[in-house]
Nanobody, 119 residues
Framework: VQLQASGGGLVQPGGSLRLSCAAS????????MGWYRQAPGKQRELVAA???????NYADSVKGRFTISRDNAKNTVALQMNSLKPEDTAVYYC??????????????WGQGTLVTVSS
């Protein structure tokens, strides 16, 4: 599975950005897609995830501001980020979790995309 992310950039506090990620390869094995972020000096953390059936999960810090969506036909996942705060500044990574035959879960990562929230 290959993941190609796009959409980062610089935005003022209170602004919006939309991240997109396209999956290719063995997409049939993907069960969960999501976004993680890593700020300088901090561990990578889950931002939002969405299962193939549409169930979503969000970090408490982004609930009500971020929305994750998935287009199974196009094999894409998007993260709409509204009301951005300086503390949202981080490198954002697209993630896909695949379930392989035999019951093994594998993580795939896209290249990071930098989101900077600053005035």
């Amino acid at each position: 599975v290959q993941l190609q992310a796009s959409g980062g950039g610089l935005v003022q506090p209170g602004g919006s950005l939309r991240l997109s990620c396209a999956a290719s390869g063995s997409i049939f094995s993907i069960k969960l897609m999501g976004w993680y972020r890593q700020a300088p000096g901090k561990q990578r953390e889950l931002v939002a995830a969405i299962a193939s059936g549409g169930i979503t999960n969000y970090a408490d810090s982004v609930k009500g501001r971020f929305t994750i969506s998935r287009d199974n036909a196009k094999n894409t996942v998007a993260l709409q980020m509204n009301s951005l705060k300086p503390e949202d500044t981080a490198v954002y990574y697209c993630n896909a979790k695949s379930l392989l035959s035999g019951g093994t879960w594998v993580d795939y990562w896209g290249q990071g995309t930098l989101v900077t929230v600053s005035s």
